[in-house]
């Protein structure tokens, strides 16, 4: 290699080096933008900052509502349930009053006639909407029976039917709605817990206070990296992959099984997973192993959900609550 060539190598060298720092630099201000946008409640629908800011909000920033010891009481079975009364919660995309009663989240004045009963997870019980805007809630204006939200958010299936069995509400209602999630299957595969003094250890962890500079360093670290990544990750970005529902369907049944005063229920099963994912291979109709128990498919989309919170909104509980009645007018 001549001297020519050799210079042209240094200046084309000294060029990169220059801007990977100037790139490095304007990914320092771009996360440092996002962020405080995102503190202020201010979620732009652009390409570079809507994946920082929601990367920053689900590892970081986020506020888990069973982590509020306002929010929660210890319960030697189910390990945490809502705390009798008001609970706020908020986040970037909504400001919240929870209320509870032994009958669940607050829905209304109940009519008269023979009740529904809903369970599932933070979808089911509201995650980031009011009292009277959960498809609980809507379906209850809109069926004119009295509808009792038990949903409880991270609960699996299996907590969410012991719950139902405590509430002593199952003589009150003739059907039962499960909002199913992709992560429901390992608490019913596995259970969620083996007695009263290993339910007391995850309740303090649940709601132990999270800080700690380390903890907090490493979190700026990750979000930097992703911030350096999102540009090339976003050109690659696709729609929500499927997963596939087959595994989840037998411990789903079995949990069912276990639980006698189901049977004469009326029982709906639908699914509401994070950012409106889909599954593969979902059931359609009446069960062949439990007759009383049928599958449905309401077809949520992201649409339904807020940009970095990956809950339903209120447009779409609603759209849940309409979908649902039309289900129960079509008994056979």
């Not at 060029?15 to 320092?28: D, E, G, T, V």
């Not at 069995?165 to 429901?184: A, C, F, P």
């Not at 700690?212 to 911030?227: R, V």
Request: hydrophobic share 40%; proline share 5%; with cysteine.
């Amino acid at each position: 290699m001549n001297s020519t060539s050799r210079k042209r190598l240094v200046q084309v060298l000294g060029i990169a080096l220059i801007a990977l720092a100037l790139y490095a630099m304007l990914s320092a201000i771009v996360l440092a933008a996002s962020f405080a946008l995102l503190q202020k409640g201010v979620i732009p629908d652009w390409p570079w900052i809507s994946p920082i800011q929601k990367n920053l909000y689900r590892r970081a920033t986020r506020t888990i509502w069973q982590n509020q010891v306002d929010c929660v009481d210890f319960d030697d079975q189910l390990i945490y349930k809502p705390k009798v009364g008001a609970c706020k919660f908020s986040g970037p995309e909504f400001n919240t009053t929870l209320n509870f009663s032994a009958e669940g989240r607050f829905t209304g004045t109940k009519p008269a006639g023979k009740g529904i009963a809903v369970i599932g997870d933070s979808h089911a019980m509201g995650w980031g909407v009011q009292d009277q805007e959960t498809f609980a809630a809507e379906l209850q204006k809109l069926a004119n029976r009295p509808v009792y939200n038990l949903g409880v958010a991270s609960y699996g299936t299996l907590r969410e039917l012991l719950r139902l069995e405590q509430s002593g509400l199952l003589h009150k209602v003739d059907t039962v709605i499960i909002q199913y999630m992709e992560n429901d299957r390992k608490e019913n595969t596995y259970g969620h817990i083996s007695g009263a003094e290993d339910s007391k250890k995850k309740f303090e962890k649940i709601t132990k206070e999270r800080s700690g500079f380390t903890a907090l360093l490493g979190t700026i670290t990750k979000a930097y990296g992703f911030a350096l990544a999102a540009p090339f990750r976003n050109l690659k970005a696709k729609s929500l992959k499927p997963k596939d529902f087959s595994t989840h369907y037998r411990p789903l049944i079995a949990v069912l099984e276990r639980h006698p005063g189901l049977r004469d229920k009326r029982i709906l099963i639908f699914y509401s997973n994070g950012d409106g994912r889909p599954f593969k291979g979902f059931p359609e109709g009446r069960d062949k192993l439990l007759p009383n128990v049928e599958f449905v498919d309401l077809n949520l989309d992201p649409g339904d959900f807020y940009r970095i919170d990956d809950h339903l909104t209120s447009a779409g509980h609603k759209k849940v609550a309409q979908q649902l009645l039309k289900l129960l007018g079509d008994r056979n």
